[in-house]
């Protein structure tokens, strides 16, 4: 995997090494056991996953599939990246996997997206400062370091959820792979 200046891993082969679901669930299931895991384990737990069924109901088929799909390209695409070792049928992430944790940040299909969110917080601030400035909002019973802290306290509040939801819904920390 090829790096950038900072030893970090490039990110166009970052996000080509995470374009592929079973690649993300093979991260999400090492990440949740913390502990170095059997293929068996994870080629089980994949297509339990892929099937959207429980692991033992996945049909012998089912779970060949995935092993081998897991044992011949996925595996050995994460080792050579530097992002698991893989040897003896066990699989466990390297530190440098923590370096994906940039990129592994899921943002849930019913929500919008932070940016938009914090653009349209920076609107209403500057509009309830812009009001304080020309004197529309009364400074008698609020003065104006009020309104300021009124209009910047959203963002305060804003950033503590974005911080817990950013944290909540990385790969690894859901029963379920997003």
């Not at 339990?48 to 429980?54: L, R, S, Y």
């Not at 995935?66 to 530097?82: E, F, I, K, N, R």
């Not at 929500?111 to 812009?130: K, R």
């Not at 400074?139 to 909540?168: D, I």
């Amino acid at each position: 995997m090829a790096t950038s200046n900072d030893g970090s891993p490039d990110q166009g082969e970052v996000f080509d090494l995470l374009s592929n679901h079973r690649r993300r669930y093979a991260i999400h299931f090492c990440k949740q056991a913390e502990r170095p895991v059997s293929l068996s384990d994870l080629a089980e737990q994949v297509a339990a996953w892929e099937q959207d069924k429980e692991v033992d109901e996945i049909e012998w088929a089912e779970r060949k599939r995935v092993y081998t799909s897991l044992q011949q390209t996925h595996l050995p695409t994460l080792a050579d990246a530097g992002m698991i070792d893989y040897e003896d049928g066990e699989v466990e992430l390297t530190e440098r996997a923590e370096e994906l944790e940039v990129y592994l940040d899921v943002v849930p299909s019913d929500s919008i997206p932070w940016g938009v969110y914090y653009l349209g917080l920076s609107a209403v601030a500057y509009v309830v400062l812009g009001a304080v400035w020309a004197d529309v909002l009364p400074t008698e019973t609020v003065s104006t370091l009020g309104w300021a802290a009124l209009a910047v306290a959203p963002f305060a509040v804003s950033a503590a959820v974005h911080v817990y939801q950013s944290r909540k819904y990385r790969l690894g920390e859901l029963d379920k792979p997003p």
